[in-house]
C-alpha cells in the first residue's frame, strides 16, 4: 500500500515487533488467533506500518503439520496441533450465531510467538 503525503511517496513497511517487546509479551489466556493478532496489532502496529495477518500465522501452522485443511476448506487442528494446544471449540459471533473457531491456549501462542521472526518472512 502506498498512501501519498503533499511532497513524497509514503510506502508502508511490514510489521515488526522488536525482540525486547517479544520477550515480555506473555500470553494469558486461550482466544482465537483473530483475537490473537488483534492484540498484537493493537500493542505493537506502528504508524506507516502494515497490519499482521492471521492468515501468516496459520500459513505457517499448516506448513508445519499442526493445522490441515478440512473437507470445507477449513484450518483445523491435527494431532500434532492438538498436542501443541490448538483445539476447536464453539463460541457465539457478535452477531449472535454459534460458529466453530480454532482456540489458541497459551503454549500454543507461546509457540507462535518463538517463531515469530520464521512467521513474519512468509509471503502471503
Known sequence: ???QTSDYIMKK???YIYKEDLIEFHPKKEMTISQFVEILNE???INNMKKMRT?????YLLKKGYLCLNDNGKKTPTIK??????????????SGEIVQVNLY???AQKY???NFYVIIRIIC
Open 105 to 107: 491456549n497459551v503454549r
Open 81 to 94: 496441533g492438538k498436542l501443541l494446544g490448538i483445539r476447536i471449540a464453539k463460541i457465539q459471533s457478535k
Open 112 to 114: 507462535i510467538l518463538d
Open 43 to 45: 500493542r505493537y502496529c
Open 13 to 15: 513497511t511490514e510489521f
Open 1 to 3: 500500500q502506498v498512501r
Open 55 to 59: 492468515k501468516k500465522i496459520t500459513d
